[in-house]
């Protein structure tokens, strides 16, 4: 049954996204297309399609009253507006339906787990927020709130664990069974990821803590993905509050890659690696879908928490997914690039070899701001190379890469950000005697920098107005390159 808050909803949608004009939208990283968007929710194969919800207010650019808005794909690079698929109506989530995700059943519906939010008023007047793992079960438009919700409530929590931070259940299933991992904050204060089993999908049992943080990697953890991928257990979560370790981690909300394997007579984590997931200024809360040729396709909100908000003003919505990357672990790292269907929007192919570059050049038609373009540096002796891409004569976002150091440090200071919000961001590279690929997918609002074949990721956000859309190179000293850029269109 449809409830009020649900109809207002839809209704306000489909007043309000056809005004939307579709050259104002990135031409291929998912927006909500109206309002705010945060995680990316419920990402599945149900019915041979791809179906993704977000976290979402439809009435404003700001985060309010969690819905859960709903679109799909057959190739990740054209998404299906579906209606809004959950509003925040129920007792036990009024105040907020928050992460989760989704999966198909034996029967053909399709299960939505996610955390509801309900907000008590204490006898000393104070206010308490409760987070407990709910259900919805529907045909891929309509969703119906299971009569027993929650499923997993604070009542299965191992000893100290909080019924205030408990949320953003992931689904999937192995063997005969049904499992769920849900974060947590522990009795030290710091978060934790717990693995809860069912047989059925709707009756649950907590399990085990697969892995916890013991202040080590920040406090609460948030939206755990666990999976197996060559090889590996692999464990994707996103903690607040970490504090950054040299190049690796950064302050304040952050991700975090742990892969090992699972134990299962502890039902723990056995780490043997961890890294970050993405080295931009701009990743949070990444999930994953297994396609049906078996590969693991990630897609996160483009966007970390610190930097919410400043957008040029006149923008409909506000959030945006980056695009879907395939992950592999190769040599116990993890390693992520755009999925294939990317290269189906290729056109107009531009290609340079053995060019030289020292002073700045820019290169016969290599250009543009919807573009997929790689740059392969020689190997060679020189101080630094340097891409300024969405250039103009005040505008440019700057890649350096400093082979000396090991480093790529990428500066979007003239990139259009209407505050001075932090705008570089420096990580680690192989040094490999001065050779390195870059791969950058640009997009209206965006830029994804893939190092290495995918070895490291970094994203960012960019409001560079559209017109520029230069791109020059540079080295302190003499760099040979071969670059590769195509025009993008969907
Ligand atoms: C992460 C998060 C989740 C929560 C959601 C609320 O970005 O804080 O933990 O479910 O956002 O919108």
Same mark, same amino acid.
């Given at each position: ?33 109206? =309002? ?110 299971? #009569? ?54 709707? #009756? ?62 502890? =039902? ?146 003239? #990139? ?75």
């Amino acid at each position: 049954m449809t409830s009020e808050r649900l109809r207002a909803a839809r209704k306000y949608e489909s007043e309000k996204l056809p005004q939307v004009p579709s050259g104002i939208l990135p031409a291929y990283h998912l927006t909500g297309g109206i =309002g705010w968007i945060n995680d990316p929710n419920g990402f599945s194969r149900y019915k041979n399609e791809y179906h993704l919800f977000f976290q979402y207010n439809p009435y404003d650019v700001h985060w309010d009253a969690m819905h859960w808005g709903h679109v799909k794909t057959t190739d990740f690079l054209h998404w299906e507006r579906l209606p809004c698929a959950l509003a925040p109506d129920r007792e036990f989530d009024k105040d907020g339906c928050f992460s989760g995700s989704a999966i198909e059943l034996p029967d053909g519906k399709h299960l939505i787990m996610y955390t509801g939010v309900r907000k008590e008023t204490l006898p000393d007047g104070t206010q308490a927020e409760y987070q407990a793992q709910c259900i919805a079960v529907g045909d891929g438009t309509e969703y119906e709130k299971f #009569s027993q919700n929650p499923v997993i409530d604070a009542g299965m929590l191992p000893p100290g664990g909080s019924a205030h931070d408990f949320r953003d259940p992931k689904i999937f299933e192995k063997g005969e069974k049904y499992y769920a991992v849900a974060g947590n904050r522990c009795p030290d204060g710091s978060g934790a990821v717990l693995l809860f089993e069912s047989d059925d999908a709707l #009756s649950w049992k907590f399990r085990s803590v697969l892995a916890s943080s013991g202040n080590r990697h920040g406090r609460m953890w948030e939206c755990p993905d666990f999976f197996t991928l060559d090889g590996k257990d692999v464990l994707l979560v996103s903690p607040q509050e970490m504090n950054a370790k040299g190049l690796e981690f950064i302050d304040g909300n952050t991700t975090l890659c742990l892969a090992g394997s699972f134990n299962p007579v502890t =039902g723990s984590l056995e780490r043997e690696h961890e890294q970050a997931i993405d080295y931009g200024l701009d990743f949070y809360a990444p999930q994953t879908v297994l396609t049906a040729d078996g590969r693991r396709v990630m897609i996160a909100w483009m966007q970390y928490w610190d930097s919410v908000g400043y957008t040029p003003e006149g923008l409909p919505f506000f959030g945006q997914m980056t695009f879907p990357r395939e992950l592999k672990i190769h040599n116990g790292r993890l390693y992520q690039m755009p999925v294939s269907e990317l290269e189906s929007a290729r056109r107009e192919k531009t290609e340079h070899r053995n060019v030289t570059v020292s002073s700045e050049i820019s290169l016969p038609g290599i250009s543009g701001r919807i573009i997929d373009l790689t740059v392969n540096v020689l190997p060679g002796n020189y101080e630094y190379f340097r891409i300024t891409v969405a250039a103009d004569n005040t505008h440019g976002t700057v890649i350096t890469y400093n082979p000396g150091k090991g480093t790529v440090l990428v500066d979007r200071t003239l #990139s259009g950000s209407p505050k001075d919000i932090l705008n570089t961001r420096e990580f680690c590279v192989s040094k490999k005697e001065g050779k390195i690929e870059m791969r950058i997918l640009l997009d209206r609002y965006s830029l994804e920098l893939f190092v290495n074949a995918g070895s490291q990721a970094a994203s960012f956000t960019i409001y560079t107005p559209l017109s520029a859309d230069g791109i020059s190179f540079s080295a302190g000293g003499t760099a040979v390159i071969n670059a590769v850029k195509y025009n993008l269109e969907f």
